[in-house]
């Protein structure tokens, strides 16, 4: 199982050492909101660029934006390394994730809490993961809302009959508790914001999710 820090919790008035601890997990979660898909802005591609700078982890570059195919370049060139965007957003999820697959990065597609697993029938073959979100996308620090288990359930039952080999990732509300339920769904990506981040010992809290 992958557990992707969410680096939205972190000190943005020193990345570089807000993240030393976490420095073993293989993937950071970056959480980009512009404002008008959600109502928070964010992380541009030049902290992008700075995290690029002081890490090879994988940038798990979380697009909750209006406009995904406007911005993907950008973020692409900044240093990004697997681009999710949210199905809500687009018209054509066929196409937003086989032009961001050009862009030469893995591609997701993430659901709201309130979007059916359903819609995503047709884009599941074109995708490297699906993002479930389990808290309504825009704060981090909020619970976990526990529909998203059988979401999980369902993606797991779909890559049986679907001839593509996509991670299933959870993003929101994890902790100790969530990251258990999450895992015996059968999830292979946790991402965790606030609950490593905001403790005191954010490697520990790192150890106590694996
Ligand atoms: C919420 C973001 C999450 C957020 C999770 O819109 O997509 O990635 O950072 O934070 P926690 O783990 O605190 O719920
Ligand atoms: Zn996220």
Redesign the pocket.
């Known amino acids: 199982m992958i557990i992707a820090p969410?680096i939205l919790s972190a000190d943005f008035g020193n990345l570089e050492k807000s993240i030393e601890p976490v420095k073993d997990a293989k993937w950071l979660?970056v959480?980009v909101m512009d404002g008008h898909f959600v109502p928070n802005i964010t992380i541009g591609p030049v902290v992008v660029k700075g995290l690029r700078g002081i890490t090879e982890q994988v940038l798990d570059t979380?697009l909750m934006i209006t406009d995904p195919l406007k911005y993907a370049k950008a973020y692409v060139d900044a240093g990004s390394d697997r681009i999710t965007f949210h199905f809500e957003a687009v018209s054509d999820a066929i196409k937003t994730a086989e032009e961001i697959k050009k862009l030469g990065v893995k591609v997701g597609v993430s659901i709201k809490p309130k979007t059916d697993v359903k819609v995503l029938l047709k884009v599941l073959e074109y995708v490297d993961q699906v993002l479930v979100m389990s808290v309504e996308p825009g704060f981090g620090g909020q619970d976990f809302m526990p529909e998203a288990v059988e979401k999980i359930k369902e993606l797991v039952t779909l890559r049986k009959v679907i001839d593509n080999n996509y991670l299933i990732e959870v993003?929101g509300g994890i902790n100790k508790e969530t990251a258990a339920l999450c895992k015996e769904a059968g999830v292979d990506v946790l991402?965790a914001g606030s609950y490593i981040f905001k403790d005191k010992n954010p490697a520990a809290r790192m150890n106590d999710l694996r």
């Open positions: 969410s979660h959480d979380h993003d991402v």
